[in-house]
């Protein structure tokens, strides 16, 4: 029940096009879910979260969309660049507790 | 701005061999966890750390493993015999009081030999 399971566990896209990650979760008590990015040999860097009050989360061309019904969530990056090549995680936590991560997804941006 | 840091970022050591990793969490951050991550594999939490206990750890941190606060900035994580298997990335993390946004280090490669 504690787990987060992520899909694809890798992705190519061509320079200026969208990518989709996405996550489903089991726990309902998970309260807050981050999406991490890391290159390699790097921890994670927090990228963008949402809490399951809000739908929708914006910033920049990052964008989470969640849907609390399916408990799922997803990361969308617009105008992909191939700087935006690393691997992506996803998270889930209640109260600020342990993070459980996703499988992660590679993403690699084809310029 | 803040940044969590770790030394060494890369230990070699020998089967049965006692490591300490070192963590300087940001400065007004008041829980701390260490995660690890085996090559090509998700991150996984082991332990989290608040007011100077243990508040919560996983399966993985069993007796071998230990963590410490041994002054006001820096937090430790003890493996005290090395198994192969330990190999891994270990990351630190922080989070402030208020908020759930945790912050991760650089990470300490551990290789055991």
């Known amino acids: 029940q504690q787990q987060v399971k992520q899909s694809p566990q890798s992705l190519i896209v061509q320079k200026g096009g969208i990518s989709i990650i996405n996550c489903a979760y089991e726990n309902t008590a998970f309260d807050y879910f981050p999406w991490y990015q890391q290159f390699p040999g790097k921890g994670p860097a927090l990228l963008i979260a949402?809490?399951?009050?809000?739908s929708e989360k914006k910033e920049g061309r990052f964008t989470i969309s969640f849907n609390k019904s399916a408990k799922q969530f997803s990361l969308h990056i617009m105008d992909s660049q191939p700087g935006d090549s690393a691997t992506y995680f996803c998270a889930a936590t209640w109260s600020g507790n342990k993070l459980t991560f996703g499988g992660g997804t590679r993403v690699l941006v084809k310029p | 701005e803040p940044e969590v840091t770790q030394t060494p970022s890369h230990q070699v050591t020998q089967m049965g061999q006692e490591v300490i990793l070192r963590c300087v969490p940001i400065s007004n951050h008041l829980y701390f966890y260490w995660y690890r991550q085996i090559l090509g594999q998700k991150v996984e939490f082991l332990v989290s750390?608040?007011?100077?206990?243990?508040?919560?750890k996983s399966e993985i941190f069993d007796d071998q493993f230990s963590v410490e606060r041994p002054d006001g900035s820096n937090f430790t994580l003890k493996i005290r015999s090395t198994k192969l298997e330990d190999s891994a990335m270990y990351f630190c993390a922080s989070r402030r009081d208020r908020g759930y946004e945790q912050y991760f280090g650089p990470g300490t490669r551990l290789t055991v030999t």
């Open positions: 949402i809490r399951p009050d809000v």
């Open positions: 750390f608040y007011n100077n206990e243990i508040s919560e």
